[in-house]
């Protein structure tokens, strides 16, 4: 599966979209993929300060209930209400209208510690 380039990656399968110093996050094609159908989304609530690699949320599919963790520490700004009632969207589009929440960065260095597109599939091949 080919990564959007531009993004950032965590190696728990959020992306993320950095514009100015607020981020956009997401889970990639690779992990809603894995998981099959969604058919919940719990997100974080709007003012929650999150620090890096935190349980935020949980999505649960079909297959498996997993956590959803934050790539990036900060204030939850907003989330993606259209999942409340369309989970789907996340398997659709993964990286575009199933986007789960934007977080406002803090810290000295925000992203330390994410992965380019090609580190990222280097990484979901290496299993």
Known sequence: MAQPEGLLYSK???????????????????????L??????????VGKQVAQSAAVGV??????V?????????????????LDNDPALVNREPF???????????????TAGLLSAADYEKFTKEG
Do not use: C, R
């Open 12 to 34: 728990e399968h959020e992306w993320v979209k950095i514009d100015g110093d607020k981020a956009t996050v997401g889970i990639t094609d690779y992990a809603q993929d894995s």
């Open 36 to 45: 099959g159908d969604i058919v919940y989304v719990e997100l974080p609530k």
């Open 59 to 64: 999505v649960e599919s079909v297959k498996a």
């Open 66 to 82: 997993s956590d959803l963790f934050t790539p990036v520490g900060g204030e939850i700004l907003e989330v993606n209400s259209a």
């Open 96 to 110: 575009e209208g199933g986007w789960m929440f934007k977080v406002k960065l803090a810290g000295d260095s925000p």
